[in-house]
């Protein structure tokens, strides 16, 4: 994959307004510029400005759309005129299925109205941000428990093993209601399933150990209700498929995200002092920083939606079944939404950021992370006051590989007493 997106030898096509427009882009930009860690694929902020929707051939062929631009994009995201199908999606990234089987029973992210709606009503009321604030005194004690551990270690230590990835996963297994024994062993199956470095046949085999535990926790919680979100779901009209579909759906939505945004945003602020500065000096400013951190990273990036039917769109027109794939990255970087948008500044208001998308589909757990996010970053920053980068940013690795960017590991270290 080159740095720099190639275009095709083909003539510039038209806008439905009569307006030439770039040569269809022919590969979908994939890796970042050398020492970047935290800005979009290269050359993604040079297609924006060209043209913040194009043409764009995919690797089966099929011709369809780039959005780069953030009106554009959340102008899709928006429209119900625009399918979250799986199987009518066409895959932007080489080497991948022609065709996406649907989505099973209980994924949220692969499914339009009316079946969306009803798993969605479900569940919004188990996510607001009332319920949620309830759980800080939760996430405020775990935080507290694996700090601690951390400073009985000492440095150095790998803070996505120490603390940015069991907090979320805690969360989420007291949300779910999986027993307090069975949650070391449930977590190594989920770290499994999403290390993207292994033998894909291993990762399968966690997958149905996962479906498996799921489908007993199901009928346990059927049988004697706890106080947890699957209890809660069991009244409902799910059956026991869809409700073991929800509950893997959750896990992989609230912790792998949540999880890797406490690890890259913590790279980040290590590796923007004056940044960190501003946090530490004023926790205060935790709900604005955590909106600014998930603005800059955006780690979860790229979409697609596939038109259910003819429209226009930022002076297009496009044709039913062509699938528009977005960069969420690009449009939190867009100028034109946010001012010196390559700037990370925890001051900002950057409201209407696009990292957890927009519209019917927007992230369900949203709440949630926001508040490990809010409680975690100022805790780990007030209790390690020396927090540093134990290794050379460069030797930091990156998750390259995987639909959710961030580190796979974070050495850091801090002064003893």
Not at 66 to 72: E, P
Not at 235 to 257: I, K, R
Request: charge should be negative; include cysteine.
């Amino acid at each position: 994959m080159h740095n720099e997106p190639s275009t095709a030898p083909a003539a510039p096509t038209s806008a439905a307004d009569g307006t030439e427009q770039p040569a269809p882009l022919t590969e979908l930009p994939m890796t970042r510029a050398a020492g970047c860690p935290f800005d979009p694929y290269d050359g993604m902020a040079r297609l924006r400005e060209e043209a913040p929707l194009r043409r764009m051939r995919y690797p089966d062929g099929h011709l369809g759309w780039l959005a780069t631009g953030h009106s554009v994009i959340r102008a899709v995201l928006a429209d119900p005129r625009f399918s979250a199908r799986y199987e009518l999606l066409h895959l932007p990234i080489p080497g991948g299925p022609d065709v996406l089987p649907p989505a099973s029973a209980g994924d949220l992210s692969g499914v339009d109205a009316p079946e969306h709606t009803r798993y969605r009503r479900l569940l919004t009321g188990k996510f607001t941000v009332r319920r949620m604030r309830q759980l800080t005194e939760r996430v405020e004690r775990i935080t507290a428990d694996h700090l601690d551990a951390m400073e009985r270690h000492g440095g150095p230590v790998d803070l996505v093993q120490a603390f940015a990835r069991p907090v979320p996963a805690l969360m989420i297994c007291e949300l779910l209601g999986v027993p307090y024994t069975e949650r070391a062993d449930f977590l190594a199956y989920e770290d499994i399933l999403s290390d993207h470095s292994l033998d894909p046949d291993e990762n399968a085999r966690a997958f149905t150990v996962l479906q498996d535990y799921l489908r007993e926790l199901v009928l346990a919680k059927r049988a004697a209700p706890t106080d947890d979100l699957l209890s809660d779901l069991a009244t409902s009209d799910l059956t026991d498929e869809e409700l073991t579909g929800t509950g893997a759906f959750l896990l992989g939505a609230g912790l792998e995200t949540t999880a890797n945004m406490l690890a890259h945003g913590t790279f980040a602020l290590l590796r923007h002092p004056d940044q960190l500065a501003v946090l530490r000096t004023d926790p205060g400013l935790a709900d604005q920083a955590v909106e600014e951190l998930l603005r800059y990273l955006t780690i979860a990036d790229t979409g697609a939606r596939t038109a259910r039917e003819d429209l226009e769109l930022a002076g297009h027109s496009i044709k039913a079944g062509e699938t528009v794939t977005f960069s969420l990255h690009a449009a939190n970087r867009d100028p034109a939404r946010f001012p010196d948008p390559d700037t990370l500044d925890l001051r900002r208001k950057a409201t209407g950021h696009l990292a957890f998308g927009h519209g019917a589909h927007q992230c369900l757990g949203q709440q949630l992370a926001r508040v490990e996010m809010r409680v975690a970053f100022p805790a780990l920053l007030t209790r390690f006051p020396t927090l540093r980068l134990a290794v050379p940013p460069e030797e930091v690795p990156l998750r390259t590989n995987a639909n959710i960017y961030g580190v796979r590991r974070l050495p850091v270290t801090w002064d003893g007493e």
